[in-house]
């Protein structure tokens, strides 16, 4: 099992649409959650961490369910400048005590005119 | 715009070629990393390095070498690099290292090994 996994896609959806995307970890020790976004040949832009609370940044709410594992990323109102591919990251035990990030394989988005 | 630069932009190069890839950032980050990113694929973790100690080499071959030297700057030796090493090679810095903080990425080097 992938340690995390998401829907690779492709989503399309038009212009004002609301999408979700879905993340599921598979360790449980994990503790910090982001969502990145990542343009065509660009490199990994933060779009937000994800709080156990859940959190929103405008017209983008991410949520955590900790006894699920999973974690999930809201967009309303889609905008044209939201088609991106949406990475997943959780940071997982590494080797000893040490832990690192881990990237889903992200899902991507086409917000259609 | 990115606090995390990378030079050079693009790389081309041989697979008897020696390069240097190289990186800074100025935000007093103490913890640097190198990923590898090939396409429609996620990045994956290479080195990493905090307070100028390389604390992970995720089994990378020999033909890449790391070097950190001061807390600003990362570079990514290259010698002898096969065409299957083409890829995107990013280059992120945290606050710190303890596997919670966000990483702020490089717009990434984009290497061709013919």
């Known amino acids: 099992r992938k340690e995390v996994e998401q829907d690779p896609g492709p989503f399309n959806v038009p212009e004002g649409a609301t999408v979700a995307f879905n993340c599921t970890y598979s360790n449980s020790a994990s503790q910090s959650f982001f969502w990145y976004r990542q343009d065509c040949r660009k490199e990994p832009k933060l779009l937000m961490s994800v709080y156990s609370s859940g959190n929103e940044d405008g017209r983008f709410t991410a949520q955590l369910n900790r006894a699920s594992q999973y974690i999930s990323l809201l967009i309303r109102d889609s905008k044209l400048s939201d088609s991106a591919t949406y990475l997943c990251v959780v940071n997982v035990l590494s080797s000893g005590s040490a832990r690192q990030l881990t990237f889903g394989s992200g899902t991507q988005l086409t917000v259609l005119p | 715009d990115t606090e995390v630069t990378q030079t050079p932009k693009h790389l081309v190069m041989g697979m008897t070629n020696k390069k240097s890839l190289k990186c800074e950032q100025h935000?007093?980050?103490?913890?640097m990393y190198w990923y590898k990113q090939k396409a429609k694929k996620p990045p994956e973790l290479m080195f990493v390095y905090s307070y100028e100690k390389l604390s992970i080499n995720e089994s990378v071959p020999s033909r890449f070498s790391p070097e950190c030297p001061n807390s600003s700057l990362l570079n990514l030796h290259l010698h002898a690099l096969q065409p299957e090493d083409s890829a995107l090679y990013l280059c992120a810095s945290s606050q710190d290292w303890t596997g919670g903080e966000t990483q702020y990425f490089g717009p990434g080097t984009r290497l061709l090994v013919l």
């Open positions: 935000m007093g980050h103490r913890a």
